[in-house]
């Protein structure tokens, strides 16, 4: 299929860990609206959270807050279960992200396995597609995952590339040719194809270098720098780093 590269690339903060910071002892601060505004105000387009089953770092009432605040666009992190769908369909992000969710998980530990559960993720995206969301899954660089997608119904994939960033040398090499390989045949499907998990400083570049990818989320790692140099600066910085890799001036 004739395709035109895309130049442009958007970068999506994903905040959770403001929140995770706030909740540690229940103070009002740092705040989440605070840090959304200086994200934005640094040109990232996309709030990313992620609200958990177990509200382990966001809480309800920021979903709220974030969606009348944000002045970009709001992607809405959520597993496909009625409660979570049901908080979506209210609040109307931009985007909503399918990811899979287990209580006992320090993060998104693995793609969504979209065949084998195909019905509950299918359903799912059409309750969020008929509120005019745009439905994104988050699913690993896996071919026979992807030739699922077209029948779910959702326009936009994030590849999962944390096994790309915990992997080193050779192997490194190896996991990002099967995230260009993906990206590759996501494309040829017509989904629009987004990258995020465990991308920071050192490792991001060579996924933004990918061409077909239109959106990367990142959280932790600017987080992190944020300690140490404000979320403003932090954010400009991965900013920078992904219009370079994208010759973008
Ligand atoms: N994308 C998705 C779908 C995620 O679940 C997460 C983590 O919440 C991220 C991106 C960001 O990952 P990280 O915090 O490792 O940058």
Request: hydrophobic share 40%; charged share 25%.
């Amino acid at each position: 299929m004739p395709h035109t590269p895309q130049p442009t690339i958007e970068l999506g903060v994903n905040i959770d860990h403001i929140a995770t910071l706030r909740q540690a002892r229940g103070t009002p601060y740092p705040d989440l609206l605070e840090a959304a505004s200086l994200v934005e105000q640094a040109g990232a387009q996309a709030i990313t959270i992620h609200l958990r089953e177990d509200r382990r770092h966001i809480q309800d009432k920021d979903v709220y807050d974030i969606r009348k605040q944000c002045q970009g666009r709001m992607n809405l992190e959520l597993a496909a279960t009625d409660e979570m769908v049901g908080i979506a369909c209210d609040v109307i992000p931009d985007d909503a992200c399918v990811v899979p969710e287990k209580r006992e998980e320090l993060t998104t530990e693995g793609g969504l396995d979209v065949i084998g559960q195909f019905k509950r993720i299918k359903e799912a995206t059409t309750r969020l597609a008929v509120q005019g969301i745009r439905v994104s899954l988050f699913i690993e660089p896996d071919i026979e995952q992807i030739r699922r997608v077209p029948d779910i119904g959702a326009p936009v994939i994030e590849l999962h590339t944390g096994t790309y960033a915990n992997a080193s040398g050779d192997q490194q090499l190896r996991e990002l040719e099967r995230i260009k390989d993906a990206t590759d045949f996501a494309r040829d499907l017509g989904i629009q194809v987004n990258a995020g998990h465990g991308l920071d400083y050192a490792n991001t570049a060579a996924i933004a270098a990918i061409a077909e990818i239109r959106e990367l989320n990142i959280g932790h790692s600017i987080v992190s720098r944020a300690i140490f140099v404000g979320i403003h600066r932090a954010t400009r910085q991965m900013l920078e780093i992904i219009n370079e890799a994208r010759g973008v001036k």
